[in-house]
């Protein structure tokens, strides 16, 4: 991840240096690679993404005793649709494909691999720009996203592939307050997400887990820095709050408790306008720092178990691009 990291300290050197001579002067323009950004009416906007993420963590039993080491690779393939069907009002489309291998050491040394794949539950959003900062000090953003349980949930076996998809209905609701200059902007995010009951088939032993719903929060800060006409800098952070959930396996007949989870975020990605606020490569990384989190067995406290020592480094590309 060296390189990685290297890209984000030039980035922000870079904006350090550029920040001395900032024009704080308000500015309304809709820069596509802005967190503020929001189709005007008529536009279509269209954001392809691919990204590699891996994490690592460790488990341990009630005793403490460390069970295994596992790590987690991904790659995403992400399209986003938006329309401006007013200047205040867009409509949007995330669908995504994905496809993982899960590695778990074990004491003894054996290592078992599962992967899985497959598309992720389409979300159709709205955004409605309540306040406009070209006649206030701000803008306000009021957003709500709803992902149907579109496919299958299939957790992974040594034998069969797994799904990629949730297993269940959610729906995002959130808001973002934000101010734009000639050369910055900054934007405060807040998201409540609801995940309804889930259902995943456990293909291992032909039986499944359900999950109770949800809500957690999130609380973020997105910025962006113009260092010229054609190159910006993007940077942010936020916490995410989870909530408990109550697990039901049915090859067990047990229930358990599932808290902890919550992780904070760090982005940072370098922008670069190929044709002038039309189309926009991006390349980004992004560390997410999880909780420790513990799964509670009222009934068999000896299955208690914890996952410790959790990480994950993101890196992705992305190229944004309009058509009016």
Same mark, same amino acid.
Not at 257 to 276: C, I, R, W
């Given at each position: 991840?060296?390189?990685?990291?290297?890209?984000?300290?030039?980035?922000?050197?870079?904006?350090?240096?550029?920040?001395?001579?900032?024009?704080?002067?308000?500015?309304?323009?809709?820069?596509?690679?802005?967190?503020?950004?929001?189709?005007?009416?008529?536009?279509?906007?269209?954001?392809?993404?691919?990204?590699?993420?891996?994490?690592?963590?460790?488990?341990?039993?009630?005793?403490?005793?460390?069970?295994?080491?596992?790590?987690?690779?991904?790659? %995403?393939? !992400?399209? /986003?649709?938006? $329309?401006?069907?007013?200047? @205040?009002?867009? *409509? #949007? &489309?995330?669908?995504?494909?994905?496809?993982?291998?899960?590695?778990?050491?074990?004491?003894?040394?054996?290592?078992?691999?599962?992967?899985?794949?497959?598309?992720?539950?389409?979300?159709?959003?709205?955004?409605?720009?309540?306040?406009?900062?070209?006649?206030?000090?701000?803008?306000?953003?009021?957003?709500?996203?709803?992902?149907?349980?579109?496919?299958?949930?299939?957790?992974?076996?040594?034998?069969?592939?797994?799904?990629?998809?949730?297993?269940?209905?959610?729906?995002?609701?959130?808001?973002?307050?934000?101010?734009?200059?000639?050369?910055?902007?900054?934007?405060?995010?807040?998201?409540?997400?609801?995940?309804?009951?889930?259902?995943?088939?456990?293909?291992?032993?032909?039986?499944?887990? %359900?999950? !109770?719903? /949800?809500?957690? $929060?999130?609380?973020?800060? @997105?910025?962006? *820095? #113009? &260092?010229?006409?054609?190159?910006?800098?993007?940077?942010?952070?936020?916490?995410?709050?989870?909530?408990?959930?109550?697990?039901?396996?049915?090859?067990?007949?047990?229930?358990?408790?599932?808290?902890?989870?919550?992780?904070?975020?760090?982005?940072?990605?370098?922008?670069?306008?190929?044709?002038?606020?039309?189309?926009?490569?991006?390349?980004?990384?992004?560390?997410?720092?999880?909780?420790?989190?513990?799964?509670?067995?009222?009934?068999?406290?000896?299955?208690?178990?914890?996952?410790?020592?959790?990480?994950?480094?993101?890196?992705?590309?992305?190229?944004?691009?309009?058509?009016?």
């Amino acid at each position: 991840m060296r390189w990685t990291i290297s890209i984000a300290a030039a980035s922000l050197l870079a904006a350090g240096a550029q920040a001395q001579a900032l024009d704080s002067t308000p500015d309304t323009t809709r820069i596509i690679s802005d967190p503020l950004y929001l189709p005007l009416s008529g536009q279509i906007y269209g954001s392809t993404a691919y990204r590699w993420s891996s994490d690592k963590q460790d488990t341990f039993d009630a005793t403490g005793a460390q069970t295994s080491s596992v790590q987690n690779t991904g790659n %995403t393939l !992400d399209q /986003q649709f938006q $329309y401006g069907v007013t200047d @205040d009002l867009a *409509l #949007r &489309l995330d669908w995504g494909y994905d496809w993982r291998n899960i590695s778990r050491h074990l004491p003894a040394g054996d290592t078992l691999v599962r992967s899985s794949s497959g598309w992720t539950d389409p979300a159709f959003g709205v955004t409605w720009r309540a306040l406009d900062q070209g006649v206030n000090p701000f803008s306000l953003d009021l957003r709500a996203d709803y992902a149907p349980d579109a496919f299958p949930a299939k957790s992974a076996s040594t034998v069969d592939e797994g799904t990629i998809a949730r297993g269940g209905d959610s729906v995002d609701l959130g808001l973002t307050l934000g101010h734009q200059t000639r050369d910055f902007t900054i934007a405060a995010l807040f998201d409540a997400t609801w995940l309804d009951a889930r259902k995943v088939e456990n293909q291992e032993n032909d039986g499944f887990s %359900t999950a !109770d719903s /949800q809500w957690n $929060y999130r609380l973020g800060v @997105d910025s962006q *820095l #113009r &260092l010229s006409d054609v190159m910006s800098v993007n940077a942010g952070a936020g916490h995410t709050f989870a909530n408990n959930s109550t697990v039901f396996n049915s090859n067990t007949g047990l229930t358990h408790v599932s808290t902890g989870g919550d992780f904070t975020d760090l982005d940072v990605a370098l922008n670069y306008h190929f044709v002038p606020n039309t189309v926009v490569g991006s390349i980004g990384y992004q560390h997410n720092f999880y909780d420790d989190a513990r799964n509670l067995f009222p009934a068999s406290p000896a299955d208690n178990s914890a996952v410790r020592n959790k990480d994950e480094d993101i890196v992705g590309v992305t190229m944004r691009y309009t058509l009016n």
